[in-house]
């Protein structure tokens, strides 16, 4: 079984890629041994876009999903269209580029939401320009206006945003870089992936993100939930 290398893992930013195709779905996905596409998982949702055939066809990606094992990655076309792909050929993916990057600013944000907010994060959701964490906080008294203006001064330093990896042991050794509670750090490679706000936060992640904060640009906190008796929703948006 050839598994999918994740090319977005190195660079967020490429927008497109050549791959081959190792094998269809029968739910219509298209199994390639390599893809920029960012597959639905830890909150963020799957990219979409197209693919492109040798021939010039070009088919709608609808979503990104892991197979069954996490070893290889399928976009999803259509039962379809996925029918029309032969094993071996050549094809070439190109990302919903505005969408992504939107994801990405969000995604950035949300780690910085938690460092303004130091509590156990118990969920949280990525979309397209806006985003949410849930937090386990005994005591409310959260004031939308204050969290917004903390954000915006940590994305005004214009902190450098990078990636590197750690073994599972030294993980196991350092518990406290994992934030969150409901979603463990991917694993099972025997290495995990940090991603490194410079001098505001580290902690393990597989999704992507902006390489320096000013990138994720203005937000504004737009709601505050109460969700159970200790639990907090923190909503926001990007404000352009």
């Known amino acids: 079984m050839t598994a999918t290398a994740l090319l977005f893992r190195d660079d967020a930013y490429a927008t497109s890629c050549e791959a081959r195709v190792v094998a269809t779905t029968p739910e219509g996905g298209v199994i390639l041994d390599r893809t920029i596409f960012y597959a639905q998982g830890g909150g963020q949702p799957g990219d979409v876009g197209t693919l492109v055939t040798a021939t010039g066809d070009r088919i709608e990606i609808t979503n990104t999903v892991y197979g069954a094992d996490r070893s290889q990655v399928a976009h999803l076309v259509g039962v379809e269209a996925a029918s029309r792909l032969a094993e071996g050929e050549t094809v070439t993916v190109q990302l ?35 985003g949410r964490l849930d ?44 934030k969150t509670m409901s979603v463990k750090p991917p694993r099972g490679s025997g290495r995990v992936r940090l991603v490194e706000i410079e001098g505001i936060d580290l902690q393990p992640c597989g999704g992507t993100h902006v390489r320096r904060t000013s990138e994720i640009g203005p937000v ?15 909503r926001l948006s990007l404000a352009e």
């Open 96 to 130: 919903d580029w505005p969408r992504r990057l939107k994801r990405m600013r969000v995604h950035t944000a949300l780690h910085l939401l938690s460092v303004v907010l130091p509590y156990p994060v118990t969920g949280g959701s990525i979309g397209d320009g806006d």
């Open 135 to 178: 937090f386990d906080i005994q005591d409310a008294g959260l004031d939308k206006t204050a969290i917004t203006d903390q954000l915006n001064a940590l994305i005004a330093r214009d902190a450098p945003v990078t990636e590197r990896w750690i073994t599972d042991e030294e993980l196991d050794a350092n518990p406290g870089l994992v």
């Open 220 to 234: 504004v906190i737009t709601d505050i939930e109460k969700k159970g008796k200790q639990n907090r929703r923190v």
